[in-house]
């Protein structure tokens, strides 16, 4: 199998998720304030709400955040997960919204604030320099 097949490969079953963008929440979607407990403080940052909608025209949209972890303490009887849902009804996003998870899901295309973009290792060692990470 050569390399463009195998990355448009998917178990039988998993087709669907040919068609993921995985989205972080924090910072992406919404304001980033801090971790605090676990509570949805931020607004929605500008033209997110619009890309999302935009976006779920042709994909299915997955919301990646740690605030979804379920080793994380309840927040007035709720999980996080249900504290981002309310958020994402909220701002109306319910219909465009296809998951929310806390772990990397099967994506295309990860849309992160701090992603950094992964070309070789000798480029990325020197980006993580300039950020002071190594």
């Known amino acids: ?3 463009d097949q195998s990355i448009k490969h998917v178990p039988p079953g998993f087709e669907h998720e040919l068609k993921n963008i ?16 676990g509570t949805c403080y931020g607004k929605p940052l500008p033209g997110s709400l619009e890309a999302i909608k935009k976006l779920s025209q042709n994909w299915n ?14 927040v007035n009887n709720k999980t996080g997960t249900e504290l ?6 909220e701002y ?8 929310v998870t806390h772990e990397k899901p099967r994506a295309e295309v990860y849309v992160d604030d701090k992603g950094l973009r992964f070309s070789n ?6 980006d993580l320099e300039t950020l002071n990470i190594t």
């Open 84 to 89: 981002v849902w309310e958020w994402i009804e």
């Open 61 to 74: 949209i997955i919301i990646f955040t740690a605030k979804a972890r379920p080793d994380r303490p309840l």
């Open 1 to 3: 199998m050569d390399q």
């Open 22 to 37: 995985a989205i972080d929440f924090d910072g992406v979607v919404h304001e980033f304030l801090g971790w605090g407990d």
């Open 92 to 99: 109306g996003l319910t219909d465009y919204i296809d998951d």
């Open 121 to 126: 290792w000798s480029d990325c060692l020197k």
